[in-house]
């Protein structure tokens, strides 16, 4: 997609969404399923982060005007794995 180039040049280190970060079923070649995924992953080594409940923390940064936090997670080591659970914390 035309967003890989613009997240390369921001140098992004993780990405988060309230879904999954590619479009299902997307209208790519069978070898790019997954694009999004196979990119930031792979290319750029970017964290992802799908299905995120991005709900209240919205309405916590609205509540205080503040946009900005400190943002950690921590997800399970799964040995041999490619994803697992997390817990992820915004610091306000």
Same mark, same amino acid.
Do not use: Y
């Given at each position: 997609?035309?967003?890989?180039?613009?997240?390369?040049?921001?140098?992004?280190?993780? *990405?988060?969404?309230?879904?999954?970060?590619? =479009? *299902?079923?997307?209208?790519?070649?069978?070898?790019?399923?997954?694009?999004?995924?196979?990119?930031?992953?792979?290319?750029?080594?970017?964290?992802?982060?799908?299905? @995120?409940? @991005?709900?209240?923390?919205?309405?916590?940064?609205?509540?205080?005007?503040?946009?900005?936090? @400190?943002?950690? =997670?921590?997800?399970?080591?799964?040995?041999?794995?490619?994803?697992?659970?997390?817990?992820?914390?915004?610091?306000?």
């Amino acid at each position: 997609p035309d967003c890989i180039g613009w997240l390369s040049e921001r140098d992004i280190s993780v *990405l988060g969404c309230d879904g999954v970060s590619d =479009v *299902l079923p997307g209208n790519h070649p069978d070898d790019w399923v997954m694009p999004i995924h196979q990119t930031v992953i792979v290319a750029m080594g970017v964290h992802l982060l799908d299905n @995120l409940r @991005l709900d209240q923390l919205a309405a916590a940064c609205a509540e205080r005007s503040k946009w900005s936090f @400190l943002f950690t =997670v921590a997800p399970l080591r799964v040995e041999g794995g490619t994803g697992s659970p997390a817990n992820p914390i915004a610091l306000l």
